[in-house]
């Protein structure tokens, strides 16, 4: 049951999902989470998950409570996903909250996994903690920090978010032999990051031909994503940047059955990762791709390239979130689209902000 929340209690889980977003790119495949312990008013403690395997929220919120020299029995704390019942990296949070004689836990949102889903919360209720679920903005704000995760609960496939960008005239591509860039040098630290944030990065076999990419997150301590190529005939060169820097990153080549069993040995023994996939078109063997992914752990995918890869997820209904620089330069040629020949898709939410010369348009099309 849900409760509209006295401006106080908002104040609190506002700052409590600030919190939580500090772990970003640092904590999957376990959800983002900050929690806060309030008495009379007045803060005592505040936590958030930091590191996989690391304390959960609420964990870190009672001990910097203590560390404080504050007692938090009889307080109320705000956590943005509801506390967890069972044995994971770290001991069940319900636990905790229920040993240390909090009176009151408000929760912005619940957990869809078949592993807690409601648990937490009946349990915290059976051992008289009064739980309340907010309503409105923080409710919804709690959920889109963790779509990746809640996606994944979900379907067990991995959120996918469509990295593009274009010029004023529509296209993804600049002419052979000029700077391969698009987009301006502000979009590039924010493509770093994004890396850093996601679970593994795709591109299709075009893109690696004609970039000879490193995909990875080249900012200072960044968590480096799997690294997947949509490759069906095996076309990667064993030279290729990707195979060269094994040491920083895994490689998952992603195949068809027919590929050349000559290429898959040579792809194989150069350390990459083959993975078969069946399917009869290209939308099908994403389809086949993200589920395999899923189970693996992998919440959340960034798709780069190309236009045929990212016409192919969205075939699939597999582009959760898009984000397209538009640079404001005219390169010439027909129209393109990357979504040339898919369905149409609307966004729920979308957003445009200047990144640099550049603007950023940012269009989520599911919520989970």
């Known amino acids: 049951m849900t409760t509209q929340l006295k401006d106080a209690d908002r104040l609190q889980l506002r700052h409590a999902l600030q919190l939580a977003e500090r772990g970003r790119g640092r904590v999957s495949p376990n959800p983002l989470v900050g929690a806060v312990l309030v008495r009379d008013g007045e803060l005592i403690g505040e936590g958030y998950h930091a590191d996989l395997g690391g304390l959960h929220a609420e964990r870190a919120a009672l001990a910097e409570c203590r560390a404080r020299g ?12 509801e506390p967890c019942a069972h044995q994971g990296r770290q001991p069940p949070c319900v636990d905790a909250i229920l040993e240390s004689g909090v009176a009151r836990v408000v929760i912005a949102s619940e957990d869809p996994s078949e592993k807690a ?29 963790n779509q990746a995760f809640r996606k994944h609960a979900r379907t067990g496939i991995p959120l996918v978010i469509l990295k593009m960008a274009m010029s004023l005239d529509g296209q993804t591509t600049t002419v052979p032999g000029e700077d391969r860039w698009i987009s301006g040098e502000s979009s590039r630290p924010l493509v770093h990051r994004w890396r850093s944030e996601s679970d593994a990065i795709a591109v299709g076999i075009g893109t690696v031909l004609a970039d000879d990419p490193l995909l990875t997150a080249r900012l200072p301590g960044a968590r480096q994503p799997i690294r997947v190529v949509f490759d069906s005939e095996a076309r990667l060169p064993c030279g290729s940047q990707l195979l060269e820097t094994l040491d920083r990153s895994p490689l998952i080549v992603v195949v068809a059955p027919d590929a050349d069993p000559a290429r898959l040995s040579a792809l194989g023994d150069s350390g990459a990762e083959i993975l078969v996939v ?6 099908g063997r994403v389809q086949a791709a993200l589920a395999d992914l899923g189970r693996r752990g992998v919440t959340s995918v960034f798709l780069e390239g190309g236009r045929t890869l990212a016409t192919a997820f969205v075939s699939a209904d597999q582009v959760d979130e898009a984000r397209t620089f538009v640079a404001p330069t005219l390169l010439g040629g027909a ?8 369905t149409r898709r609307e966004a729920l939410e979308s957003r445009a902000e200047p990144v640099g010369p550049d603007t950023l348009i940012t269009a989520r099309f599911k919520e989970w």
Not at 335 to 342: E, H, R, V
């Open 278 to 283: 069946a399917g009869d078109t290209p939308a």
């Open 335 to 342: 129209l393109t689209s990357a979504a040339a020949g898919a």
């Open 70 to 81: 504050e007692d938090p029995a009889g307080a109320t704390m705000y956590v943005t996903l």
């Open 117 to 145: 889903s409601g648990r937490g919360p009946g349990m915290l209720r059976d051992g008289g903690v009064a739980v309340e679920f907010a309503a409105g903005a923080e409710a919804a704000d709690a959920r889109l920090l």
